[in-house]
């Protein structure tokens, strides 16, 4: 079980730092086979980038897990109030596909809402999407210190 309070925060006065967000998912999770790890980091930098685009205020990511059964926790929250809708993208269109993808990946996803924004949750299971199991590394991975 990942800690509570575990927070990666995404100001807004630069782009954000998708790459760091990513490799602070891999340390927070250290624990997940490769295929799970690159789920769990797909549908973060997706959530996250949504938030960034059309939320407000500062973007927090909060992760927790559970490894019997396997399964992700994550929570993206902005000050924003409008929730986020999934777009039917044209092909050649090269936006929209965030939610669709969160939406195959994630075994489920939704939207709170609260006083101060809305909170967007998705819990990433093994064996969900395109994942077929997902096992424990007896080792946590080691990580590149180079940023991806």
């Not at 995404?10 to 295929?35: F, H, M, N």
């Not at 930098?45 to 897990?65: K, R």
């Not at 939406?103 to 969900?128: F, I, N, P, Q």
């Amino acid at each position: 079980m990942t800690p509570p309070g575990l927070v990666f925060t995404l100001g807004r006065d630069t782009l954000p730092p998708l790459s760091e967000l990513r490799r602070w998912i891999a340390q927070a999770l250290p624990r997940l086979e490769a295929d799970h790890l690159w789920a769990v980091q797909l549908v973060v930098t997706e959530l996250a980038t949504n938030a960034y685009e059309h939320g407000a205020g500062p973007v927090t990511v909060t992760v927790s897990a559970t490894f019997r059964p396997c399964s992700a926790l994550l929570e993206v929250h902005d000050d924003g109030e409008a929730p986020p809708v999934a777009g039917f993208p044209h092909p050649l269109t090269a936006r929209g596909r965030g939610l669709v993808l969160v939406g195959d990946l994630a075994g489920e996803w939704g939207v709170r809402t609260g006083d101060t924004g809305k909170t967007v949750w998705a819990r990433v299971d093994c064996g969900t999407g395109t994942l077929a199991a997902c096992a424990l590394r007896a080792e946590p991975i080691e990580m590149d210190p180079e940023p991806c």
